[in-house]
């Protein structure tokens, strides 16, 4: 049986018997799971020959995050096996890296962060391997922070976006279809036209699904009836080409 059969058979028998909480696990994490069992069971690495028990779990657990190279050998020579040179580690690392269901290379726009954060505790005497797993964890939560940044500046971008829109729109500034904050129906502005679009309740995937009127002003109770229509980009086009004629309503 080929090696790629066998590690699918673990994983599925890995979840076959899975605590229900595990189950929440991505199936590409219990993959690289099986692997590692797999990897263990095997009892060594048959292409890396310096490669078994805690140095291989030492270098899958280096090439997650950033580290200084030299120490890392240092520290895997400390283990048992023949001695390694800085070539067998780097390649190591890349080959684990790239691996199908491997770490990948960590985010370069971390790197100065978490090598300071290395300097910082092998300046206090921390062991290595301990680094490593403190490394691992910094890593992972400084992840989590960059991506709560980057969604806070989506929505504050957003936000603005919006706020630019509505104020094209009170304006009277031509403008696509804009929400408004207390309005269920859009609005938009053509040609110095003000229109409303209100969604319908279709009986049926062919009947129109929105109405198009044209209002004096946004809180108009009652609009001018422009036309019915099946999708949005069907009411949207309609009023590109009513609001630039002179009878319009």
């Known amino acids: 049986m080929a090696e790629d059969e066998r590690i699918s058979d673990i994983a599925r028998l890995l979840w076959r018997h899975a605590h229900p909480s595990?189950?929440?696990?991505?199936?590409?994490?219990?993959?690289?799971?099986?692997?590692?069992?797999?990897?263990?069971?095997?009892?060594?690495?048959?292409l890396w020959s310096k490669w078994d028990g805690d140095r291989e779990k030492l270098a899958r657990q280096a090439a997650a995050?950033?580290?200084?190279?030299?120490?890392?050998?240092?520290?895997?020579?400390?283990?048992?096996?023949?001695?390694?040179?800085?070539?067998?580690?780097?390649?190591?690392?890349?080959?684990?890296r790239e691996e199908r269901y491997g770490p990948g290379y960590p985010n370069p726009e971390v790197e100065a962060e978490a090598l300071a954060v290395y300097a910082e505790e092998k300046a206090k005497g921390t062991e290595f391997v301990a680094i490593l797993g403190h490394l691992e964890e910094w890593y992972w939560?400084?992840?989590?922070?960059?991506?709560?940044k980057a969604m806070k500046e989506y929505q504050e971008q957003q936000a603005e976006k919006r706020r630019i829109a509505e104020a094209r729109l009170r304006n009277g500034a031509d403008c696509n279809w804009t929400?408004?904050?207390?309005?269920?129906?859009?609005?938009?502005?053509?040609?110095?036209?003000?229109?409303?679009?209100?969604a319908l309740?279709?009986?049926?995937?062919?009947?129109?699904?929105?109405e198009v009127q044209r209002v004096d002003r946004l809180d108009a109770k009652k609009g001018r009836y422009v036309g019915s229509y099946r999708t949005r980009g069907d009411a949207t086009k309609a009023v590109a080409n009513i609001a630039w004629r002179e009878d319009d309503l």
């Not at 690289?32 to 990897?39: D, G, R």
């Not at 096996?81 to 684990?96: F, N, S």
């Open 179 to 198: 929400p408004l904050d207390g309005m269920t129906d859009l609005h938009c502005c053509k040609n110095g036209r003000l229109y409303r679009l209100r």
């Open 22 to 46: 595990l189950k929440k696990t991505e199936w590409l994490q219990m993959e690289k799971l099986a692997k590692e069992v797999f990897s263990i069971a095997a009892g060594r690495n048959v």
């Open 65 to 96: 995050i950033w580290f200084p190279i030299n120490d890392l050998v240092e520290g895997l020579n400390a283990l048992p096996g023949p001695k390694l040179t800085k070539v067998d580690v780097e390649q190591r690392i890349r080959d684990i």
């Open 141 to 148: 939560g400084e992840e989590e922070r960059r991506n709560q």
């Open 201 to 210: 309740k279709p009986d049926n995937k062919h009947a129109p699904a929105f």
